[in-house]
């Protein structure tokens, strides 16, 4: 059984074993929250996943999107 710290990903694709984190710089740039993002990425990877963290500065507009989708495209092949 994998057993994670309190993490709910923003996107998850079970099936093809990828999860996709979008967070705010200004509460991810500090060392306790990067310490547990690794920790949780180490974690995923090694029981197969593929993780997919997006930083962004709120507030999120709808300019700051388009590379956003761009890259979860890209994350998931998609063309």
Request: glycine share 4%; aromatic share 10%.
């Amino acid at each position: 059984m994998l057993i994670l710290k309190a993490t709910y990903p923003d996107f998850c694709w079970a099936q093809q074993k990828k999860a996709v984190y979008l967070y705010g710089n200004p509460v991810h740039q500090k060392n306790k929250a990067e310490r547990c993002d690794a920790e949780i990425d180490e974690l995923l990877e090694l029981h197969g996943w593929k993780v997919l963290r997006i930083p962004y500065d709120p507030p999120l507009t709808q300019e700051m999107l388009q590379p956003i989708v761009v890259q979860l495209r890209n994350f998931l092949g998609v063309a």
